[in-house]
């Protein structure tokens, strides 16, 4: 049969067989590492939102092409836009309906051009037929509109 042993015996050659398994080491959330990380990306995020509201993103420049009928100055008072905005700030959509409220206006495109210029490019109603009455002279052109 088997040897008699005590309990203190008994325990002791447990302990012995019995092998700790090792965890391994986590990562404590309040580490000088995590923290240097939070800050990195928060100066990422301050540095590149001053550097989008600085001077470097002011409309310097405003481009108009496509204009027989209207002036440059006129598409550019319609559009709204002014030298010295933000053109990140300058909402594009806007400055297209607002341009294609004047009559002489088929189609218009607002772009950006990184990093200071906007290109307005219009498309002209062309005049095709002239009506005379006996207070003026009506134009119209190819698609019936009275211009």
């Known amino acids: 049969m088997g040897k008699v042993v005590s309990m203190e015996e008994h325990k002791k050659k447990k302990k012995k067989t019995v092998k700790k398994l090792k965890r391994p080491s986590r990562r404590r959330a309040g580490?000088?590492?995590?923290?240097?990380?939070?800050?990195?990306?928060?100066?990422?995020?301050?540095a590149g939102y001053s550097f989008s509201h600085s001077v470097f993103f002011q409309v310097r420049e405003i481009?108009?092409?496509?204009?027989?009928?209207?002036?440059?100055?006129?598409?550019?008072?319609?559009?709204?836009?002014?030298?010295?905005?933000?053109?990140?700030?300058?909402n594009t959509s806007?400055?297209?309906?607002?341009?294609a409220t004047n009559y002489w206006v088929e189609q218009v495109d607002v772009k950006r051009v990184l990093p200071a210029t906007i290109d307005i490019t219009v498309k002209e109603r062309v005049a095709v037929a002239a009506i005379s009455t006996p207070a003026c002279i009506i134009l119209v052109d190819g698609g019936g509109y009275v211009l």
């Not at 550019?76 to 053109?87: A, P, R």
């Not at 806007?94 to 341009?99: D, F, G, N, T, Y």
């Open 31 to 46: 580490s000088f590492r995590w923290l240097f990380i939070v800050l990195l990306m928060l100066a990422c995020l301050v």
């Open 94 to 99: 806007r400055a297209e309906r607002m341009i």
């Open 63 to 90: 481009r108009v092409s496509g204009t027989t009928e209207l002036t440059a100055e006129k598409v550019i008072e319609l559009s709204g836009i002014e030298k010295g905005q933000q053109i990140f700030e300058i």
